[in-house]
């Protein structure tokens, strides 16, 4: 079992909706969280990055992590056909040593 | 503002012959990670250098090494190169003695292995 899970998708959805895409892991230690959007062929791109449980907004993101679920979601609003990537949650022990990924989800928008 | 710098950006080598990657962390970042990343695949952590030192190593074969050398940036050595070590090949970096910071992407080398 991997340590983080993450649904692969393809979620397609119909410009101008609200996404939800979501991430559970088994690693109590992990403290840090990340989701980056990856468009093909090019490096992932740190959209948000969370280390407490809660929400944080950036724009239309909305970065939620909740610990005692061992569970992050990230909303997307008005979602956009530049938004169509995969998305990956990304997680981090405190020390920093290396990143523990999902599998990507990978997102259409319809216009 | 400066991003993390990967080149070559695409590189195709025959089988059996050696590559070099290399990757220019953002300017005070200490920590350098190296990913592999197949078609259609999560990306794989490979190795992460701290200060220089190496701090942790993932699925990297013998057949490869790393470095980090003293402006920082780091170096992956590819050798032997077999059909299936064609991927894209990420590195990431943050800076470690800041808690709570963020970890930047660069954009990849494609290596393509004939």
């Known amino acids: 079992q991997k340590e983080v899970e993450q649904d692969p998708g393809p979620l397609s959805v119909p410009e101008g909706a609200i996404v939800s895409l979501n991430c559970t892991y088994s690693?109590?230690?992990?403290?840090?969280f990340m989701w980056y959007r990856q468009y093909s062929r090019k490096g992932p791109e740190l959209l948000m990055y969370?280390?407490?449980?809660g929400n944080k907004e950036d724009g239309r993101f909305t970065a939620q992590v909740d610990k005692s679920s061992k569970y992050i979601s990230l909303f997307i609003r008005d979602s956009q056909p530049s938004d169509s990537a995969t998305y990956l949650c990304?997680?981090?022990?405190?020390?920093?040593?290396?990143?523990?990924f999902g599998s990507g989800t990978k997102l259409n928008v319809k216009p | 503002a400066a991003g993390v710098i990967q080149s070559p950006r695409h590189l195709i080598k025959e089988k059996r012959e050696t590559a070099t990657l290399k990757c220019y962390p953002i300017?005070?970042?200490?920590?350098v990670y190296w990913y592999q990343q197949g078609p259609g695949q999560d990306p794989q952590f490979l190795i992460s250098?701290?200060?220089?030192?190496?701090?942790d190593k993932g699925s990297i074969p013998d057949r490869f090494s790393a470095q980090q050398f003293s402006d920082y940036h780091s170096e992956l050595n590819m050798s032997s190169l077999e059909l299936g070590d064609s991927a894209l090949y990420f590195c990431?970096?943050?800076?470690?003695?800041?808690?709570?910071?963020?970890?930047?992407f660069g954009q990849g080398t494609r290596l393509t292995v004939v």
């Open positions: 250098f701290y200060e220089k030192m190496q701090s």
């Open positions: 969370t280390y407490s449980s």
């Open positions: 990431a970096s943050t800076r470690l003695t800041d808690l709570n910071t963020e970890a930047f």
């Open positions: 690693n109590s230690a992990f403290q840090y």
């Open positions: 990304a997680m981090v022990v405190y020390n920093f040593n290396k990143f523990y």
């Open positions: 300017p005070r970042h200490d920590t």
